[in-house]
């Protein structure tokens, strides 16, 4: 019976030490219209999956910024990153992978000062 039970907390602390990683939050914002199941299927989960399986970080939610003609204007995908260093750049190449167009951008803090950061080198519309 304790063997099962130490077994149990130890997958409960690991899984609590992982959650209170210091992380930082980063805003894609995709230049695309594209329905919310789509976006979940382009972006949302195979980020999910790359982020996770290199340790940097998650996706947390994503959403959808509509017109007044209630159009989809851009869609929006929310991550936390572990390591920025090596998260930032591992995001632009996933989702240039991904087919994000030009336009799109990360939007985090860091050091107390906001970045703005095209997905592609150049930036352009």
């Known amino acids: ?5 130490l077994l149990l907390f130890c997958l409960l602390f690991s899984a609590c030490s992982w959650a209170q ?6 805003f894609v914002k995709v230049a695309e ?5 789509a ?3 382009k972006y949302e989960d195979p980020l999910d999956a790359a982020l996770k399986a290199e340790g940097l970080g998650a996706v947390t939610g994503g959403g959808t910024s509509l017109s007044k003609d209630k159009d989809i204007d ?6 936390e990153l572990t390591d920025v260093t090596k998260g930032v750049p591992f995001l632009r190449k996933k989702l240039i992978e991904f087919g994000a167009p030009k336009g799109s951008t990360l939007e985090y803090e860091l ?4 970045i703005e950061l095209p997905v592609h080198e150049g930036g352009g519309q």
């Open 1 to 5: 019976m304790k063997r099962p039970l």
């Open 21 to 26: 990683q210091p992380t930082t939050f980063v």
């Open 33 to 37: 219209s594209i329905l919310p199941i």
């Open 39 to 41: 976006r979940g299927n």
């Open 74 to 79: 851009w869609v929006g995908v929310d991550v």
């Open 111 to 114: 050091d107390g000062k906001r």
